[in-house]
C-alpha cells in the first residue's frame, strides 16, 4: 500500500465494524489519512471501537445501506469507500432470502449510486467466492450485487467514479468462520463437528484479503473484478491441523452438510478467466463491456473465448496437514488462543 494514497482522503467503510473493517481501518490509521467513516448500524459496536481507538479522525455513522439517506449523509465529502456491508451468514440467507435481497443486492445498489452521485474518487464492494455458480441466496445476493457494481460502470468514463470489485475465498478466523468454532469447541473437549470431511474451501488470512482489496483500489479500471488467488484444503485436514497444533485429542464428528452448502467453491468460472489478466497473486476479471446488440450474443458470439477449468477450491493448489498448521500459525488470533492455552 502506498501511504500517500490515503493522505488528506477521507474515506468511508461501510460494514467498517466487522473483521475486514476492523484490518481496514487499523491500516488507513498508519496513514496520514484526513478522516475514516465507520457506517454501520450496530451502535454497541461502534461505541466499543471509539473507546478502544480514541482517534478523532474516524468518525462513526449509524445507517443501514438500505436506507438510501443515511448513506447520503454519510457519503457526503467523501473521497474513497469500500463497500462491506452485507448478510454473510450462508444458513440465515436461506432462511431469510428477502433480507439477504435487501442487504446484499438493495443496499448496494444505494451504496454504488450515492458514490456516483456523490462523484467520489473510487469505490471497492467486497465480494465472495460463493457469488460463482451460486447455489445459495447468499452467493446469488452477492453475485448480483457483482452484476450491479458493473451495470453501474459501464455507464461512466475514466474522470468519473471507479466501481470496482474483489472476489475471495473464506477469511481465516472471521466471525462466524469454521476456524473460532473448532478451537471452542476443542477448549470445551467437544468433538470438531465437520459437515463432510471431503469439503475443500480456499484459505485465506484476512490480511490477505485487505492487501487483495487495497491492489484493487490502486489498479483498478471501470468495472474490473479482482480475484485473489489462493490455496486450499479439505475441512478434515483443516481440523486435523488445529488438533496437532492444540495438542487436543476431541473427535471429529460428522454432521453433514448444512443448508445450501458446495463440496467445494468457485473463484472464477472458465468464460470469466479467458478474458482476465493473470498479475501474478491476482487475477483481473475484465468488465464484459459489450452493449444491447443481440446480434453479438445470438449469431456472431465471442470465438476468441478458450476452453478454459473453471477456478475451484478442488483444483487450486492442496495444502498439506503440516502446511496449514503452518498457515495457522501467521493467524495473531491463533497464536493468541495457543498462548493462552499454554502451548506457546
Do not use: W
Not at 486435523?240 to 473463484?267: C, M, W, Y
Not at 468464460?271 to 491476482?282: K, P, Q, S, T, V
Not at 495444502?319 to 503452518?326: N, Y
Amino acid at each position: 500500500m502506498n501511504v500517500n494514497d490515503f493522505a488528506g482522503k477521507t474515506v468511508m467503510i461501510t460494514g467498517g465494524t466487522g473483521s475486514f473493517g476492523h484490518e481496514l481501518l487499523d491500516l488507513i490509521r498508519e496513514t496520514e489519512v484526513k478522516e475514516i467513516r465507520i457506517f454501520s448500524r450496530d451502535e454497541l459496536k461502534q461505541e466499543l471501537m471509539r473507546i478502544k481507538l480514541k482517534d478523532k479522525r474516524v468518525r462513526f455513522h449509524i445507517g443501514d445501506v438500505r436506507d438510501r439517506d443515511s448513506v447520503d449523509q454519510a457519503m457526503r465529502g467523501v473521497d474513497l469507500a469500500f463497500h462491506a456491508a452485507a448478510l454473510k451468514q450462508v444458513p440465515s440467507c436461506e432462511f431469510f432470502p428477502m433480507q439477504a435481497l435487501m442487504t446484499n443486492v438493495v443496499g448496494s445498489h444505494n451504496v454504488v449510486e450515492s458514490a456516483i452521485n456523490h462523484q467520489i474518487e473510487s469505490l471497492v464492494c467486497l465480494s465472495t467466492d460463493k457469488a460463482v455458480l451460486p447455489v445459495n441466496a447468499m452467493g446469488m445476493t452477492k453475485g448480483l450485487m457483482e452484476k450491479v457494481a458493473q451495470a453501474a460502470a459501464r455507464g461512466l468514463g475514466e474522470g468519473d467514479t471507479k466501481v470496482s470489485s474483489v472476489r475471495y475465498g473464506n477469511v481465516m478466523y472471521s466471525r462466524g468462520s469454521v476456524i473460532p468454532l473448532f478451537i471452542s469447541q476443542m477448549k470445551q473437549g467437544l468433538p470438531l463437528t465437520v459437515t463432510d470431511p471431503e469439503m475443500t474451501r480456499f484459505l485465506l488470512s484476512l490480511r490477505s484479503a485487505i492487501d487483495l482489496v487495497l491492489f484493487a483500489f490502486q489498479h483498478a479500471s471501470q468495472g474490473d473484478v479482482f480475484v485473489r488467488k489462493a490455496p486450499a484444503s479439505t475441512v478434515k485436514d483443516l481440523a486435523q491441523a488445529l488438533k496437532n497444533l492444540f495438542r487436543s485429542d476431541v473427535p471429529i464428528e460428522v454432521i453433514g452438510t448444512r443448508h445450501a452448502e458446495k463440496l467445494f467453491e468457485t473463484l472464477a468460472t472458465a468464460g470469466e478467466i479467458a478474458r482476465a489478466e493473470d498479475m501474478g497473486a491476482y487475477l483481473r476479471v475484465f468488465m464484459d463491456d459489450r452493449d444491447l446488440n443481440y446480434a453479438k450474443y445470438f449469431t456472431e458470439g465471442r470465438p476468441d473465448e478458450l476452453v478454459l477449468d473453471d477456478y475451484t477450491s478442488h483444483n487450486t493448489e492442496r495444502l498439506t496437514v503440516p502446511q496449514i498448521e503452518e498457515l495457522l500459525l501467521s493467524l495473531p488470533d491463533v497464536q493468541r488462543e495457543l498462548q493462552l492455552a499454554g502451548l506457546r
